[in-house]
């Protein structure tokens, strides 16, 4: 078993941005910019949010957190975003998901400009990325794509299935794994709640990439010996052992399936760190403008 690193491969990866964001902001006069706007109070939400805007500063990007109440309408919401495709030392704009209720995250999606859409969940990125045209790549998915690239795995020919089907990783893994690119090249099978026969499927995976946001829900009895397994779960549970009150669970039981497979993410310290790293390539191109 070989350990696909997060913490190894995003330290490397996050000096070449901090790099690169140095001489873009010579040449700019002013540094990359994201924004993120955060509504109500989730804790997963705000952990994220907050790392996001830690790794911002730590390259050299500026970050504003946007943060409303629980029951900004879903009107008040789209204006805000209006305003922000409309400023210009803005680069990069996040809505952090899951919203309330009553606000529509498809109508939140489509308000924001594509061209500052670091998230990569606007329709017109999403349909570029099928095409293999110039885009933002949602984060999680375009952060495995760069551990498989970086470890040089070749993934071409090979079997993955997909376990979760979210617009935020499932879908967008299946279209970069199936694209004739490297890594890509894959051949597909993208399984959800409704799959049958879920385990014969997911023993089928030469790579298999769990995102169901279920602790311990891939076990050793589904994986295949030798299977490249990325574990994308992020489970809190309440723990008294952790300085943070919170401990951390993948979607895969690591302890019984790493014995197995050929390599694999551990929880934490693989996908999530990875994550970050796409978020802040994006906002780097988003500000030197070479997607669009
Ligand atoms: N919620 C969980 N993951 C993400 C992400 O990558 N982006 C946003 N905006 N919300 C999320």
């Not at 993208?190 to 311990?216: C, F, M, P, W, Y």
């Not at 299977?227 to 549970?237: L, Q, T, Y």
């Not at 993948?250 to 694999?264: H, L, M, Q, R, Y």
């Not at 929880?267 to 994550?275: A, D, E, F, K, R």
Request: include cysteine.
């Amino acid at each position: 078993m070989n350990l696909l690193d997060g913490k190894e491969v995003s330290t490397k990866i996050k000096e070449d941005i901090k790099r690169e964001t140095a001489e873009l902001t010579e040449k700019l006069g002013r540094k990359p910019h994201l924004v993120a706007i955060l509504v109500g109070n989730d804790g997963g939400s705000e952990t994220y949010v907050a790392s996001k805007m830690r790794n911002c500063e730590q390259v050299g990007f500026d970050s504003t957190n946007l943060r409303y109440d629980v029951d900004i309408t879903e009107e008040e919401l789209l204006n805000k975003i209006k305003e922000i495709n409309a400023d210009e030392s803005i680069d990069g704009l996040i809505v952090q998901l899951p919203l309330p209720k009553h606000i529509d995250p498809d109508k939140v999606t489509e308000a924001i400009d594509y061209r500052k859409d670091v998230d990569g969940f606007h329709p017109i990125n999403l349909g570029r990325m099928q095409r293999n045209l110039p885009c933002f790549i949602p984060a999680t998915p375009y952060g495995i794509m760069l551990m498989l690239e970086h470890y040089g795995i070749d993934t071409a020919g090979k079997k993955a299935v997909i376990v979760g089907r979210s617009n935020i990783v499932g879908s967008p893994m299946s279209i970069l794994l199936a694209r004739n690119s490297n890594p890509g090249n894959c051949t597909v099978t993208l399984t959800h709640s409704r799959t049958k026969d879920l385990k014969d499927e997911v023993l089928q995976g030469d790579i298999v990439v769990a995102a169901i946001g279920k602790k311990n829900f891939v076990t050793a009895d589904m994986v295949k010996e030798g299977a490249i397994v990325i574990d994308v779960g992020i489970n809190r549970e309440s723990s008294t052992e952790t300085k943070s009150g919170f401990k951390l669970y993948g979607d895969v039981d690591f302890e019984n399936v790493s014995p197995k497979s050929s390599w694999i993410t551990p929880v934490p310290g693989g996908v999530g760190l990875m994550t970050i790293i796409g978020l802040l390539k994006n906002t780097l191109e988003a500000a030197k403008g070479t997607v669009y």
